[in-house]
């Protein structure tokens, strides 16, 4: 009878793996704001990429959906996305992140020239008011107390900056270069200086599907970095 315990036991250990197996996602879908050469609206581009690299071989199909980045959060806690894109650790309450970041985010502060005169990093910004894209929160990461204004556009921002409503613009350095040159105010009166560098994680609904995705990229990235193939990548973008 015992012998037959334990081939029953046996057995139902199998069926519940082949369970296991049988529920591991299909599909991830990823929401995330466009950045040149890294999420294309084309599907190409370094994260793109890497998601694929990361996803694909588990037998995960990678799709995405192109939004602001407050928009992508909503998509995710509303269950029309798997998830966030470049989301700083632990940034989105009620979430579960990987346990590495892919990238990270150099951060800037744009200020008007004559207003700094010396310049000493996140001290600078105590007690300052700070703008930044709405859905990003950078001022938790300062470390010293700030007044935060959010705006829905970069281009909001350099013009209440530019007017003076604002003290300082916070954003991660490629993205404020490019809006520089969008010309929506003078460049030339502004000065930037580096604030500190935040990794750049997926972050994912704390529910079965979540934990499943999260667990295939945490054992899968750190091979694809050991292999090198990951530095292929950065690579093969100029990263």
Known sequence: MKRVGILVLLLLLAGMHGIALAETPKEITLASEEWTDA???????????IFR???EPAGVKVNFIIRSYEGSINLVTTNKADAVVGSYQNEIKGMIYT????????????????TVSNWQGKESLKGKTVAYVKGYSIAKYLGVPVEQKEFDT?????????????DFYLENEDDLD???????????????????????????PDNDKGKALKAIFD????????SGEIQKLLTKWNW
């Open 39 to 49: 999420t294309n609206k084309d599907g190409t581009g370094l994260y793109w990429d």
């Open 178 to 204: 490019e809006v520089l040159e969008l010309k929506v105010v003078d460049k030339n009166n502004f000065q930037k200086e580096p604030v500190m560098e935040l990794g750049l994680y997926l972050a994912f």
């Open 154 to 166: 970069r281009e909001n921002i350099l013009q209440v900056l530019d007017k003076g409503r604002v």
């Open 219 to 226: 054992e899968a990235y750190p091979k694809l970095v050991a």
């Open 53 to 55: 690299a990361v996803y």
């Open 99 to 114: 346990n590495e970041p892919f990238d990270a985010d150099a951060i800037v502060a744009l200020f008007k020239k004559g």
